[in-house]
């Protein structure tokens, strides 16, 4: 049964870096199957694509965070994870990880999420 | 603002057949999957619906959904309590060359 759970910190100052890692139980990142992906919601606010990521390395931005964003993986501990720098309060929201389908472009596993709160 | 457009709300009694739509363009609907993801309060997405129509293992099939060149719909037949939450429409985007994600749409059963 596939698990995915986020992790990171819940409070990061203005400015920072943010790093979120996303663990992966009962199905291998190193899939020709799959993407990994990210995706955030703020508070009361809807859904917004982060970015994803191949098991090859291979990896596609939201174009409105890419200058900011860096995806990786580690097969080897079955994670992928997330560096979003130069916080704002706009970067305030939930995150969670995904699996997505190669050929359907759907995510169809979400991890339960994670709250990060930017703020001094 | 959303690429993909949907009503911010949606309601009916128990029984009613409701039906969300999702308005896009020809880089997103037009062309490409569409998906639909339930969320209640609280709680991450799941997956409702994908390429336009199909339903995943274990949804009802009182979900479903179609599509009509830009635009799409999720229609709920034989409304439940159990239905209220928030759903959100998606596409892949060629010229985003990304996903978007509709604004969501609430659903009340009155």
């Known amino acids: 049964q596939l698990q995915l759970q986020e992790s990171g910190p819940g409070l990061v100052k203005p400015s920072a870096t943010l790093s979120l890692t996303c663990s992966v139980s009962?199905?291998?990142?190193?899939?020709?199957?799959?993407?990994w992906g990210w995706i955030r919601q703020p508070p009361g606010g809807g859904l917004e694509w982060i970015g994803s990521?191949?098991?090859?390395?291979?990896?596609y931005y939201n174009p409105s965070l890419k200058s900011r964003l860096i995806l990786s993986l580690d097969t080897s501990e079955n994670q992928f994870s997330l560096r979003l720098r130069s916080l704002t309060a706009a970067d305030t929201a939930v995150y969670y990880c995904?699996?997505?389908?190669?050929?359907?472009?759907?995510?169809?596993?979400w991890g339960q999420g994670t709250l990060v709160t930017v703020s001094s | 603002q959303s690429v993909l457009t949907q009503p911010p709300s949606a309601s009916g009694t128990p029984g009613q057949r409701v039906t969300i739509s999702c308005s896009g363009s020809?880089?997103?609907?037009?062309?490409?999957?569409v998906n639909w993801y339930q969320q209640f309060p609280g709680t991450a997405p799941k997956l409702l619906v994908y390429?336009?129509?199909q339903r995943p293992s274990g949804v009802p099939d009182r979900f479903s959904g179609s599509k009509s060149g830009t635009s799409a719909s999720l229609i709920i037949s034989g409304l439940q309590s159990d239905d209220e939450a928030d759903y959100y429409c998606?596409?892949?985007?060629?010229?985003?060359?990304?996903?978007?994600f509709g604004p969501g749409t609430k659903v009340t059963v009155l």
């Open positions: 995904a699996r997505e389908l190669v050929t359907m472009y759907v995510f169809d596993m």
């Open positions: 009962g199905d291998s990142i190193n899939s020709s199957s799959h993407y």
């Open positions: 990521i191949y098991y090859s390395g291979n990896s």
């Open positions: 020809s880089s997103n609907i037009d062309g490409n999957a």
């Open positions: 390429n336009d129509n």
């Open positions: 998606s596409a892949w985007d060629d010229s985003v060359i990304g996903y978007v």
